[in-house]
Antibody
Framework: QLQLQESGPGLVKPSETLSLTCTVS??????????WGWIRQPPGKGLEYIGT???????YYNPSLKSRVAIFVDTSKNQFSLKLTSVTAADTAVYYC????????????????WGQGTQVTVSS | DIQMTQSPSSLSASVGDRVTITCRAN??????LAWYQQKPGRAPKFLIY???TLQSGVPSRFSGSGSGTEFTLTISSLQPEDVATYYC????????FGGGTKVDIK
């Protein structure tokens, strides 16, 4: 059973870059059995899908965030990371790292495993 | 862009009541529809995919139906532990969540 744990700064200044890392246990980040992603939830609001990275390092990004987002993998540490540039107050949210079983193309985007979430506040 | 709209945004029902939540897509998404349950202060939990297929371990009082543009999540007999916000998600290409439906006990 996969376990995911987010880490990173809880406070980021406007216009700077938000950087978060997700440490994976119970499975290999290199496994083709999973894809890895990030989802966020602004305070009191709903869920927003940020993006996904696959074992072949292909990525999908939400079109609304695509110009500012990067997701990448560090296989040596069994981690994957999120970078979001030029942040504003609208990027304040709980950020979840997440994973799904990479079983079929038509199931892409389903989330089977979630981290506990980490609060990131954008403020000067 | 495909938009997912849930209704109602919140509801209050008694223990044992039948509860129905609706999710509508503005384009045909076939059956690429999932449901998640999020309890306060917790990460979401995956309940249903392919509109009606229950994940392993999900109580049978939960069921899903629909295809195309209109979908429903039904709780046949509401229990206190079902207090949560429920989200639909269109998956496959461009995963998108609905706005959520908060379910409380009356």
């Amino acid at each position: 059973q996969l376990q995911l744990q987010e880490s990173g700064p809880g406070l980021v200044k406007p216009s700077e870059t938000l950087s978060l890392t997700c440490t994976v246990s119970g499975g290999s980040i290199s496994s083709s059995s999973y894809y890895w992603g990030w989802i966020r939830q602004p305070p009191g609001k709903g869920l927003e899908y940020i993006g996904t990275i696959y074992s072949n390092e292909n990525t999908y990004y939400n079109p609304s965030l695509k110009s500012r987002v990067a997701i990448f993998v560090d296989t040596s540490k069994n981690q994957f990371s999120l970078k979001l540039t030029s942040v504003t107050a609208a990027d304040t949210a709980v950020y979840y790292c997440a994973s799904g079983y990479n079983t079929a193309w038509y199931l892409d985007g389903l989330i089977d495993f979630w981290g506990q979430g980490t609060q990131v506040t954008v403020s000067s | 862009d495909i938009q997912m709209t849930q209704s109602p945004s919140s509801l209050s029902a008694s223990v044992g009541d039948r509860v129905t939540i609706t999710c509508r897509a503005n384009q045909d998404i076939r059956n690429y529809l999932a449901w998640y349950q999020q309890k306060p202060g917790r990460a979401p939990k995956f309940l249903i995919y392919a509109a009606s297929t229950l994940q392993s371990g999900v109580p049978s009082r939960f069921s899903g139906s629909g295809s195309g543009t209109e979908f429903t999540l039904t709780i046949s007999s509401l229990q206190p532990e079902d207090v949560a916000t429920y989200y639909c998600q269109k998956y496959n290409r461009d995963p998108t969540f609905g706005g959520g439906t908060k379910v409380d006990i009356k």
